[in-house]
């Protein structure tokens, strides 16, 4: 059976984005993203130059899971937090329940601060995304779907 | 699981490409990647070994245009499909929306379809899925070649609920479009009912 839509408001994009801002600017990190753990940017605030968003983010998701796996394997449950050290550009991946915050930085940074800065932020993030959870599963529930009203010509017009 | 997004208006949903080996997962993705407008879709991702198999995904995303408003993506993926990297397809069906199970039409490969689809009914049940409520369309790769099984045999062998069936040669294109449009529509009407 498919899943619920998992449904962000434009209200809760708006406070993500602005926990976001927040991370980046203690960071002084270059771009900071929250991705679903199934590969979706939810959003990113920052410096994203030419970047592929959508691939970076479900590569994030699939490293994640090979990390998670492999944690599993040695009898972890999960490996918080993934560290990716380049000569220039570094990643620091936190787990936070379903989601990942990914923090893009450079030399004008330290791992330790970014490491900090992103737990302190993932309590808000966590509130955050428990809200927007508990919304999408009330929409599930309720007699009308979010796109109830989408027609068969409205599918077919995109194959046209 | 579809990502709805009010802010950016778009729909994100995931179709998975399953199927055994070398049965042409990767070849159905980059026909649609060589033959989809620049504008309409990001880079093509692929984590192959050193002789292109398929280690761990290949990953496009496609857009295919605008459904109330909202933009419409889809995140295709393929798994690997050596029987060996069973752990690799576990992780790529969490959060699938659709899958096409790609099968090669030829008598030699008909053990490791059906062996490749048992596999994908064991993997999505241990996501939590049950493939007869799942959006999914049966394609039938490399119709080209001299030594295939007739449509009607590999059909009645590998249809798991009526769903869809198209003969393909994912080489030359030749029904992957259509395989595409059959899950992609079968994953919006789904929208209709969650």
Do not use: W
């Not at chain 1, 220039?88 to 601060?113: A, C, H, Q, W, Y």
């Not at chain 2, 060589?34 to 290949?58: C, H, M, N, V, Y």
């Not at chain 2, 857009?63 to 029987?83: A, D, S």
């Amino acid at each position: 059976m498919s899943q619920s839509p998992f449904i962000l408001q434009e209200q809760q994009f708006l406070k993500i984005r602005s926990v976001l801002e927040r991370v980046r600017v203690e960071c002084a990190a270059r771009v900071v993203f929250l991705v679903d753990r199934d590969g979706q940017t939810i959003a990113f605030n920052g410096d994203i130059g030419d970047m592929d968003t959508t691939s970076f983010s479900s590569l994030a998701a699939g490293n994640v899971a090979a990390t998670t796996s492999m944690a599993r394997l040695i009898g972890e449950n999960v490996f918080p937090a993934v560290v990716h050290e380049g000569e220039n550009e570094s990643i620091f991946i936190s787990v936070i329940g379903r989601s990942l915050l990914v923090v893009v930085f450079d030399g004008r940074s330290t791992l330790g601060l970014v490491k900090l800065r992103a737990k302190r932020a993932s309590f808000d993030i966590a509130a955050i995304l428990d809200e927007m959870i508990r919304e999408s599963q009330l929409i599930a529930a309720s007699a009308k779907p979010a796109f109830a009203d989408i027609t068969d010509e409205d599918i077919d017009s995109l194959f046209s | 699981m579809t990502f709805i997004n009010y802010a950016s208006r778009e729909i994100n949903c995931k179709i998975v490409y399953y199927g055994p080996g070398l049965c042409g997962k990767t070849t159905n993705l980059q026909h649609i990647y060589d033959s989809t407008a620049p504008q309409a879709k990001g880079k093509l991702i692929s984590l192959a070994t050193e002789t292109d198999r398929t280690l761990f995904f290949d990953f496009m995303p496609l857009e295919l245009g605008t459904v109330r408003g909202f933009k419409t993506r889809f995140h295709l993926y393929t798994v690997p499909g050596q029987v060996y990297y069973d752990a690799s397809r576990k992780l790529i069906l969490k959060g699938v929306d659709g899958v096409v199970f790609v099968a090669d039409s030829q008598e030699e490969r008909m053990d490791a379809n059906v062996e490749s689809l048992y596999n994908l009914e064991d993997n999505l049940q241990s996501q939590g899925y049950d493939l007869n409520q799942l959006p999914y369309v049966l394609q039938l790769n490399k119709r080209d070649l001299p030594n295939v099984i007739p449509m009607h045999d590999l059909t009645h062998e590998l249809q798991k609920k009526g769903e869809p069936v198209f003969e393909a040669v994912a080489k030359d294109g030749t029904g992957v479009f259509d395989t595409l449009k059959a899950v992609a529509k079968q994953v919006l009407t789904e929208l209709r009912k969650t």
